[in-house]
């Protein structure tokens, strides 16, 4: 064996690790890296869910498998790779494998948490080869202070196949969800986003082909049905959605899959809604950010908020005749032209109108950059020139927001990151500030969502227990026993990969 890749997602790992917040959605850049080194001649494992894994449990599963060609441990994550376990897995192995490197990968400062030998940012799969080149003797690949970023050199897009090939010993199973990547990067450039990959030109996805080859294979293996789309925006091209959708309804089943969707285009391209029905893509998250237009065109995203509002009820109503709809709305509070009004005047609208559906408001957050410079993250327009979108530096205030009325402990946390340490803008405009609208969410805002409803991301017990049906999901009617279902597919998964 030549290496293998550690992976796994935690829901929300808060002030403190509990294990009762494990994700069952496998480490999707782990097995991207793992299928494209395979296709390299590599032989490596990914071994998911790392979290809920003991010490000696690893040991167990490692220690037969490490043989003289061994190159690398690998590690991968999207946020939170520093749980107990995870430290105490890298402590050992540096103990007893001190001649094999460490490499951790990921799209953020996360990987940073640990103490590797290399890290991968970004899209990793050229850079990798050269990793590897350089583990059998050869040169150094480009890097700085063991950093190669992948957005520079070694870059991995576009890429034509973007395949992922699961193993028998990955043990899949019928109802799980997994994870499906069409294209890398995003056409559109809105000014609070710091993905890396923006304002990217033509058709950049991958074969039409190899999507339809991988669901296949996924298919007639594990029974697999059911997908969470990657990309940053599934619905930027109605040619693009032809393409995939021409090969998808010629499978022998119907997906049933979650996307990013963008608000304004599919309510004016009605002519993409019967091919995203053809494909399954019925469920639906959408980043609205603001229903205020004047914020809204100031991130660009311009069209007339009403337009935004009467569209998405009548897309509502098609996809929900045609089978099954469920859609999310992602807000942003804080953007500029947004008052606290107008965040009370959308939050109205959604519990009138929405509350078949699920929503969201997220806090504008922009990085401190003056204070802290050493950041992989790329940064967004807001973040570089916050001061010409007129905001403010505020010395942090007394907290006096009554966090009992909170449904979501997302915010109180978020307040006490930002208020300890300093890596965000404690920032005002000529409008509101970060605290007043971190007060609205908290007390105001909860009292508009239903109790009921949760967003497409957070439906993963209908993937593990067989009494859930697709269209049960839209409530939290049956999200009750998540934890004991949840920590049982990944307790199996668990016996299972240490029997071999």
Not at 156 to 165: A, E, K
Not at 398 to 415: A, C, F, G, V
Not at 429 to 456: G, W
Request: aromatic fraction near 14%; include cysteine; hydrophobic fraction near 35%.
């Amino acid at each position: 064996m030549h290496s293998i890749i550690f992976g796994g997602q935690l829901e929300d790992l808060g002030m403190e690790f509990d294990s009762s917040k494990i994700s069952i959605r496998r480490s999707s850049g782990g097995h991207k890296i793992a299928t494209f080194l395979r296709q390299q001649g590599y032989d490596v494992e990914v071994l998911d869910y790392v979290h809920r894994w003991s010490l000696d449990q690893l040991k167990k599963y490692i220690e037969p498998k490490v043989t003289d060609d061994f190159l690398f441990f690998g590690f991968g994550s999207t946020f939170f790779l520093n749980t107990p376990t995870v430290l105490e897995l890298v402590k050992w192995l540096k103990e007893r494998y001190p001649h094999i490197p460490l490499v951790a990968g990921s799209q953020n400062n996360s990987m940073k948490e640990l103490e590797m030998d290399w890290y991968v940012y970004g899209y990793g799969e050229n850079a990798i080869l050269a990793l590897i080149d350089h583990f059998k003797g050869g040169p150094e690949p480009i890097h700085a202070n063991r950093m190669i970023n992948c957005y520079v050199n070694y870059k991995s897009f576009p890429l034509d196949d973007l395949t992922v090939s699961y193993k028998d010993t990955d043990h899949i199973t019928p109802r799980e969800i997994l994870l499906l990547e069409f294209a890398r990067g995003c056409k559109f450039k809105c000014k609070f986003c710091s993905f890396p990959v923006l304002g990217v030109k033509g058709d950049y996805s991958r074969t039409a082909q190899s999507v339809y080859d991988e669901m296949l294979e996924n298919y007639d293996k594990w029974g697999t049905e059911h997908y969470i789309v990657l990309d940053e925006t599934f619905n930027d091209s109605s040619e693009k959605i032809e393409k995939f959708a021409s090969v998808i309804e010629k499978l022998p089943f119907t997906p049933k899959m979650t996307a990013y969707i963008r608000a304004d285009l599919i309510t004016t391209r009605k002519r993409d809604w019967d091919n995203l029905i053809k494909m399954g893509i019925t469920s639906h998250f959408y980043g609205v950010e603001s229903m205020n237009h004047k914020s809204a065109k100031s991130i660009g995203k311009g069209m007339d908020s009403g337009r935004i509002k009467e569209g998405l009820l009548e897309v509502d109503e098609y996809f929900r005749s045609a089978g099954f709809y469920k859609g999310h709305i992602s807000l942003i509070a804080g953007l500029p032209h947004e008052t606290i009004d107008t965040l009370r005047d959308t939050g109205r609208w959604l519990s009138e109108y929405w509350n078949q559906n699920s929503y969201h408001m997220n806090v504008l957050m922009i990085k401190d950059l003056e204070r802290h410079t050493e950041t992989l993250n790329h940064n967004s327009e807001f973040d570089k020139n916050w001061f010409d979108y007129g905001y403010r530096r505020e010395i942090i205030p007394i907290d006096n927001i009554d966090w009992s009325k909170s449904r979501n402990p997302y915010y109180k946390q978020l307040y006490d990151y930002v208020a300890s340490t300093g890596y965000y803008l404690f920032w005002r405009n000529e409008h509101t500030n970060l605290q007043e609208v971190m007060r609205f969410c908290a007390e105001e805002f909860s009292e508009y969502q239903a109790k009921n409803l949760i967003d497409p991301f957070m439906y993963d017990k209908f993937f593990i227990d067989p009494s859930v049906k697709w269209s049960d999901f839209a409530t939290e009617v049956h999200m009750e026993r998540r934890t004991e279902h949840v920590l049982g597919h990944v307790d199996e998964y668990i016996t299972k990969k240490l029997l071999g």
